[in-house]
């Protein structure tokens, strides 16, 4: 049976010992996050991110605006907090509302304040190897991998989903690790196939149950970044299960991928602070 990578029990340590850092360090880190709309997942997401700023103690506000909003609106409030040398990081939850370019909102926040990790620049210097601020899943996931002793170095990673969200920077993070990735998508040819090759398996395709035992080398590393609602349950991507009984490390729904990344937001929230007030690390 697989070892269950227990992404709850990893990001409470993780928010444990960050608290301790930013009551050390002498600074305020504050979070700004930016709502647009009334989507009732994107409220109950950002709630929790600012309960998780309340535990390590991390200042936030919450900008709330309406979902008729304009783009000029959201960037203009996006300027405003880029301009507040209070606000040491900036999310703007998504999904943003039909009609709002979410290319020019993400490009509007300061490099400096991208705690999401999202921004042009943010993704650039990621792909070059030098990341600033990772995408908070993605590095969430490299964070518990460690943990767990799991090193992608040299193993053959498949990532199943290219979204700028999770996929791409996944495959960024995973390449910088000295891992082989092969990226798949809707358009890959035998995907189960390649998926079989995986040494480590990251499924981030958004179907519940896709990734199905059939799809699984034996001994291999599943992360399930999946959060689907089916039958008032959360599930992920992968049948876990039977994927369990094949794999030889695995991710549960709820409690792997998803604590993790609100966990990751905090630290690079207290690292925005520190760049902020003492320029970049060495």
Same mark, same amino acid.
């Not at 209070?86 to 290319?103: A, C, F, K």
């Not at 990251?202 to 992360?223: H, I, Q």
């Not at 409690?255 to 320029?279: D, H, K, S, W």
């Given at each position: 049976?697989?070892?269950?990578?227990?992404?709850?029990?990893?990001?409470?340590?993780?928010?444990?010992?960050?608290?301790?850092?930013?009551?050390?360090?002498?600074?305020?880190?504050?979070?700004?996050?930016?709502?647009?709309?009334?989507?009732?997942?994107?409220?109950?997401?950002?709630?929790?991110?600012?309960?998780?700023?309340?535990? @390590?103690?991390?200042? /936030? $506000?919450? !900008?709330?605006? +309406?979902?008729? &909003?304009?783009?000029?609106?959201?960037?203009? #409030? =996006?300027?405003?907090?880029?301009?507040?040398?209070?606000?040491?990081?900036?999310?703007?939850?998504?999904?943003?509302?039909?009609?709002?370019?979410?290319?020019?909102?993400?490009?509007?926040?300061?490099?400096?304040?991208?705690?999401?990790?999202?921004?042009?620049?943010?993704?650039?210097?990621?792909?070059?190897?030098?990341?600033?601020?990772?995408?908070?899943?993605?590095?969430?996931?490299?964070?518990?991998?460690?943990?767990?002793?799991?090193?992608?170095?040299?193993?053959?990673?498949? @990532?199943?989903?290219? /979204? $700028?969200? !999770?996929?791409? +920077?996944?495959? &960024?993070?995973?390449?910088?690790?000295?891992? #082989? =990735?092969?990226?798949?998508?809707?358009?890959?040819?035998?995907?189960?196939?390649?998926?079989?090759?995986?040494?480590?398996?990251?499924?981030?395709?958004?179907?519940?149950?896709?990734?199905?035992?059939?799809?699984?080398?034996?001994?291999?590393?599943?992360?399930?970044?999946?959060?689907?609602?089916?039958?008032?349950?959360?599930?992920?991507?992968?049948?876990?299960?039977?994927?369990?009984?094949?794999?030889?490390?695995?991710?549960?729904?709820?409690?792997?991928?998803?604590?993790?990344?609100?966990?990751?937001?905090?630290?690079?929230?207290?690292?925005?602070?520190?760049?902020?007030?003492?320029?970049?690390?060495?």
């Amino acid at each position: 049976m697989a070892t269950i990578l227990d992404g709850k029990a990893v990001s409470e340590k993780r928010l444990d010992l960050l608290r301790e850092s930013i009551d050390e360090s002498g600074l305020a880190p504050r979070l700004a996050t930016v709502l647009v709309g009334d989507d009732p997942a994107s409220a109950l997401y950002v709630r929790m991110k600012h309960q998780a700023c309340e535990r @390590v103690h991390i200042g /936030s $506000i919450n !900008v709330t605006l +309406p979902g008729d &909003a304009r783009t000029d609106q959201v960037v203009g #409030t =996006v300027n405003r907090l880029n301009e507040d040398p209070e606000i040491s990081g900036i999310l703007v939850q998504l999904p943003l509302p039909r009609g709002i370019d979410r290319d020019a909102v993400i490009q509007a926040v300061a490099t400096e304040k991208d705690v999401d990790g999202f921004s042009p620049v943010s993704m650039g210097l990621l792909v070059a190897g030098r990341p600033v601020f990772s995408p908070c899943t993605p590095a969430g996931i490299m964070t518990l991998l460690a943990e767990y002793g799991i090193d992608p170095a040299g193993r053959r990673a498949v @990532v199943i989903g290219r /979204s $700028i969200d !999770v996929g791409r +920077p996944m495959a &960024a993070l995973l390449l910088n690790a000295d891992a #082989t =990735v092969t990226v798949c998508h809707s358009r890959t040819r035998d995907l189960a196939g390649v998926t079989r090759e995986a040494e480590l398996l990251v499924a981030a395709v958004g179907r519940p149950r896709f990734v199905t035992a059939g799809m699984v080398r034996e001994g291999a590393v599943v992360v399930d970044v999946g959060t689907n609602r089916v039958d008032g349950r959360l599930v992920g991507d992968v049948d876990y299960a039977p994927v369990a009984e094949r794999a030889s490390a695995i991710t549960p729904v709820p409690g792997g991928v998803g604590p993790m990344t609100i966990a990751t937001l905090m630290e690079n929230t207290f690292a925005a602070a520190r760049y902020q007030a003492c320029g970049p690390s060495p």
